[in-house]
């Protein structure tokens, strides 16, 4: 098996959280906000695989969309966390796992420049 790199592992970790955390959203709430949280966190995913294996000179680009999908996945969990559709437990952890993920993602934007 190939290394996978950290920032994939991370964004897994932080799909697979969110993933139980969805179940708990009541239904209305499951299917819109929560559909659009699970959405961004696969595309930021996607996104990031694609830069992973792109040549240096496209990975910026690649880089630069899943550094805006998550940071509206990030809006999309304070607001599910502001209608109460996650306790603050749950969100200060999901917190911790997208505060690590932004910095690594920084990181790999500012090593392109």
Avoid at 62 to 67: E, P, R, S, W, Y
Avoid at 89 to 105: A, D, F, N, S
């Amino acid at each position: 098996m190939t290394t996978e790199i950290p920032i994939i592992q991370k964004i897994r970790e932080l799909y697979k959280l969110f993933y139980g955390y969805l179940a708990l959203f009541p239904k209305k709430d499951k299917y819109a906000l929560g559909g659009k949280c699970e959405l961004y966190i696969i595309t930021t995913l996607e996104l990031l695989l694609a830069a992973g294996s792109a040549p240096k000179e496209e990975k910026r680009v690649f880089i630069q969309q899943a550094n805006v999908k998550f940071d509206t996945l990030k809006i999309f969990l304070r607001l599910a966390h502001e209608l109460r559709l996650m306790d603050n437990k749950k969100y200060i952890t999901l917190q911790t796992l997208i505060q690590e993920i932004g910095r690594m993602l920084g990181g790999w934007q500012r090593s392109l420049l």
